[in-house]
């Protein structure tokens, strides 16, 4: 069976930093490109950064210069380090995966819906 299974979130103080960590199981994890979204209640989830086999990444604006995706391919894991935290970033935070070795170019790597697989959530804290 897909599992995406994320690790690594907290409570952590105003300009402090987290590292997420998603680790695959159930699928070539090099061949899919994989992304991660966030979501606080009440409010849509949205997209945060994504990576593709190649390591390209793509960023939403809000993140960019704070936020670094990065990935193993050998240890299936995907990782989000995060800087310079604000309250604005609380939010639980989900890994995803879509088929495919290239991110979708420009803004429709963003897309919910282009995903096929997705983990539990972590939860993100900033105070």
């Known amino acids: 069976d897909v599992q995406l299974v994320e690790s690594g979130g907290g409570t952590v103080q105003t300009g402090g930093s987290l590292r997420l960590s998603c680790t695959a199981f159930?699928?070539?994890?090099?061949?899919?490109?994989m992304a991660w979204f966030r979501q606080v209640p009440g409010k849509e989830r949205e997209a945060v950064a994504a990576i593709d086999g190649n390591g390209r990444t793509s960023y939403v604006d809000s993140v960019k210069g704070r936020f670094t995706a990065s990935q193993d391919n050998a240890k299936s894991t995907l990782y989000l380090q995060m800087n310079s935290l604000n309250p604005e970033d609380t939010a639980m935070y989900y890994c995803?995966?879509?088929?495919?070795?290239?991110?979708?170019?420009?803004?429709?790597?963003?897309?919910?819906?282009?995903?096929?697989?997705w983990g539990q959530g972590t939860q993100v804290t900033v105070s």
């Open positions: 995803a995966a879509r088929v495919g070795y290239y991110c979708p170019s420009e803004s429709r790597w963003r897309a919910l819906s282009g995903y096929d697989y």
């Open positions: 159930g699928f070539t994890y090099s061949t899919y490109c």
